[in-house]
């Protein structure tokens, strides 16, 4: 079945700095790949996805990335806020409409 | 757009009682809904799936006698935990995919914190 790393579990920038998650698949079928924001006692909420006959997407101070070959995906904060502090979780499409998540990472912007 | 509901919040029950909590689609209609559970500090956990009119799909290790899930029409899916213990307390979240351009990802609900007593 499909497994989803990711890493790290933990990550603390300065206001202003990047940030950057990685996650990598197992399943070469996978060809959706959404990255969520969790808000301490929330829901997951959609920031951005990537498509599997697309490399790079951007949306303002959030990009994704995805090498099909390597089978990994990353996310790309800008100019962080701390606002942007949450739980990051990485997702990928495998049979039907079901997703596999990482595991997260907890992301602190310290001001 | 792809906003879901869910209700209660939150909920508190003794232990031994049932507990329902809906999701419903708001603003689109949710051919397939998904029921995870999570655990503090730890990722989604999808619990079963669910199609309109069918029955759900239980991921291996949960009992379908014990988690109760009608999705009874396109906007509505219920999860009732039945009776209730202490070790069920948990963050429970759905997600709902539609048609359309709404089918290819999961939209989810704000969540339902229960906790058994």
């Known amino acids: 079945g499909e497994n989803v790393e990711q890493h790290p579990s933990t990550l603390s920038v300065q206001e202003g700095d990047s940030a950057v998650i990685k996650c990598t698949y197992s399943?070469?079928?996978?060809?959706?790949f959404p990255w969520y924001k969790q808000e301490l006692g929330k829901g997951p909420q959609l920031i951005i996805d990537?498509?599997?006959?697309?490399g790079e997407k951007k949306d303002q101070r959030i990009a994704v990335t995805l090498n099909k070959t390597a089978k990994h995906f990353s996310l790309h904060i800008t100019e962080t806020q701390p606002e942007d502090s949450a739980v990051y979780f990485c997702?990928?499409?495998?049979?039907?409409?079901?997703?596999?998540f990482g595991t997260g990472t907890s992301l602190t912007v310290i001001p | 757009g792809a906003v879901v509901s869910q209700h209660p919040s939150w909920v508190i029950c003794k232990s031994g009682t049932s507990v329902k909590i809906e999701c419903r689609s708001l603003?689109?209609?949710?051919?397939?809904m998904f029921w995870y559970r999570q655990f503090p500090k730890q990722s989604l956990m999808l619990m079963a799936t669910?199609?309109?009119?069918?029955?759900?799909?239980?991921e291996q290790g949960v009992e379908k006698d014990k988690f109760l899930i009608n999705h009874a029409s396109l906007t509505l899916s219920t999860l009732t935990v039945t009776s209730a213990h202490p070790e069920d307390s948990s963050f429970y979240i759905c997600?709902?995919?539609?048609?359309?351009?709404?089918?290819?990802?999961?939209?989810f609900g704000p969540g339902t914190r229960l906790l058994v007593l």
């Open positions: 997600s709902a995919s539609g048609t359309g351009g709404l089918q290819e990802t999961q939209y």
């Open positions: 399943d070469s079928a996978s060809n959706y």
């Open positions: 990537i498509r599997s006959n697309v």
């Open positions: 997702a990928a499409k495998y049979s039907g409409n079901q997703f596999y």
């Open positions: 603003d689109f209609q949710a051919t397939t």
């Open positions: 669910s199609n309109e009119g069918s029955k759900a799909t239980y």
